[in-house]
């Protein structure tokens, strides 16, 4: 199935609250666990000076749950968005968890705009994540300049994403499982996200051929991609 790219942002108010409402905790508390595993097995700790960085963190997710899970390590959330950030602040605000989130905070940001120097990054990154970021980038070179101009020699890069299907059948088999548990907004932006999404070659690829070999691609099962290393 060709690609079709969609829009960059997610700035409707509409979908943001379909896709704040949702109930995506499964799968998140998958990627938490991934990221920790993989820390454990590169025999990584994150503490005090260290910084995690999640680009594209929507209403904030995986950000306070990065931020729970390393609660002595300080977490920025950057999204492109503006109604994402205010929905991601007013998420911690009123979180029952609030006092366990004194170590997060967002920056609203395009991701064509972030630079390490910026004045709200005062740490080295140490973790650099995105949960479903990649498929909004149009072009692969803009993601990869920017975890690239974001890292240093010891940041840890953990991104995953949506892998497209084979062919159209296999996404509205997708879309119509979708339908099932969520509303018609989020089941669209999810068939639109599919056809959006990179395939595993079209990753692998763009790293071989862009002097990104120490970062590594991995199908994790038959919907998701995840890249992962160092850059």
């Not at 503006?82 to 911690?92: D, G, P, V």
């Not at 609203?108 to 650099?128: E, Y």
Request: hydrophobic share 35%.
């Amino acid at each position: 199935m060709e690609r079709v790219p969609e829009p960059e942002l997610m700035e409707e108010k509409d979908q943001v609250i379909s896709y704040d409402e949702a109930d995506f905790s499964e799968g998140e508390f998958n990627l938490i666990n991934q990221i920790s595993h993989y820390l454990l097995r590169k025999k990584f700790s994150l503490g005090e000076k260290d910084l995690i960085v999640d680009l594209g963190c929507g209403p904030g997710n995986i950000s306070e749950k990065l931020a729970i899970k390393w609660p002595n390590t300080e977490v920025v959330g950057i999204d492109g968005s503006k109604e994402m950030i205010l929905r991601a602040e007013y998420n911690r605000e009123n979180s029952t968890n609030r006092k366990k989130l004194k170590n997060l905070r967002y920056i609203c940001s395009d991701i064509k705009d972030i630079k390490s120097n910026n004045l709200f990054l005062k740490k080295r990154i140490s973790l650099l994540v995105s949960n479903s970021l990649i498929h909004h980038i149009s072009n692969l070179e803009v993601f990869f300049n920017t975890i690239r101009g974001l890292s240093n020699n010891i940041t840890v890069n953990f991104h995953k994403d949506l892998k497209r299907p084979l062919d159209e059948k296999s996404a509205l088999e997708l879309k119509e499982q979708c339908s099932t548990k969520y509303n018609e907004i989020l089941t669209n932006d999810y068939y639109a996200s599919l056809r959006a999404s990179y395939s595993f070659k079209e990753l692998k690829d763009f790293i071989l051929e862009n002097d990104l070999s120490s970062l590594d691609v991995f199908e994790d099962g038959d919907k998701y991609l995840i890249v992962y290393g160092n850059v």
